[in-house]
């Protein structure tokens, strides 16, 4: 049981030694706005606003088909 909780341990300091490494760089560009992230966000607020056109023209042909 001793053996299992050295190597657990071990595994654990050696994880957390990488996550610290991996986050302590200083070339990392964390923050900026990429063109690709702007791209997106454009792309989706378009799609966001077909959906709404769309969503108001189904409404309005449901609100103007005649009662039998």
Known sequence: MLELQLRVLTIWWAASDQLRTRLQTEDDDRGEVTATTAMIVIL?????????????????????????
């Open 44 to 68: 989706v607020i378009a799609a966001i606003a077909a959906g709404a056109i769309i969503a108001a023209k189904i409404t309005n042909n449901a609100n103007n088909v005649p009662e039998p």
